[in-house]
């Protein structure tokens, strides 16, 4: 039976994706680091001997190498992130060594399913998923999908709630829209800016929360939006996956 252990994580990717991706690998007992270049990233991999890196293949193709870090005893596997959804690039991140790829956007629950997959592959570590964090009034369950508020409770899409993790794992600091843009879509010539307002309001609905007194997503005039309140710890519930059969 694979032995249930805390697991060292890179992320190699501009802010504020790394923020998102860091923050939504809360639900999992593991420790990460993130880097902001190739160069920081090797490093951090020579001398803390991370179990697993996760990168943007789209800005660091080169981050595949890292993989050559690894050995035998332990190898280094490496899951690439990309906005691109043509088949070639991902075929050349595959032959360069990547040993998964997440198309942007991604979902909580997906982000957190390949990771253990991938620990639990390469090194035969099993996770601890921790399913719900909250912020104030406000619960986030991952394997359910669902929001909760006081005593009601919300399904949201699978980009509202990439939205809502976004704006969470970046407070207080506002996002413009062409970053979220950027993180979500990829390219602000994909779609045009008024695509982030409508699914902004979309979101306050379903959280109920008004623009004029908002609770969870304030607008920042001329500049975009925020989350209010200040992420507190993950709830204490832990659920360790079954071992693999």
Not at 16 to 39: D, G, I, W, Y
Not at 50 to 70: M, N, S, W
Not at 210 to 220: A, G, K, L, Q, Y
């Amino acid at each position: 039976m694979a032995a249930t252990s805390t697991g060292k994580i890179v992320l190699l990717m501009d802010r504020p994706l790394s923020n998102l991706v860091a923050f939504t690998l809360r639900h999992l007992e593991h420790e990460v680091k993130s880097a902001s270049s190739l160069r920081e990233a090797t490093k951090l991999v020579e001398t803390w001997k991370p179990h697993l890196v996760i990168a943007d293949y789209d800005r660091e193709p080169k981050a595949i190498q890292l993989v050559e870090a690894g050995t035998r005893a332990r190898p280094l596997p490496i899951i690439a992130m990309t906005h691109r959804r043509d088949i070639p690039v991902k075929l050349n991140a595959y032959d360069q060594g990547a040993h998964d790829i997440i198309e942007v956007p991604f979902t909580a629950d997906e982000i957190v399913a390949r990771t253990v997959a991938a620990l639990r592959r390469a090194h035969g570590m099993r996770s601890t998923i921790v399913p719900r964090i909250r912020f104030g009034d406000l619960e986030i369950d991952v394997l359910d999908q669902t929001v909760r508020i006081a005593d009601r409770r919300f399904h949201l899409t699978p980009l509202q709630h990439t939205l809502l993790y976004l704006l969470a794992a970046n407070a207080p600091q506002t996002l413009t829209r062409d970053q979220i843009i950027q993180d979500l879509w990829g390219s602000v010539d994909l779609v045009d800016s008024n695509v982030v307002d409508r699914h902004v309001r979309d979101l306050r609905v379903k959280l109920q929360d008004s623009w004029r007194e908002p609770r969870f997503i304030e607008t920042m005039p001329g500049r975009g939006y925020r989350f209010v309140p200040e992420p507190e710890s993950a709830s204490l519930e832990t659920m360790a996956p079954p071992a693999a059969g």
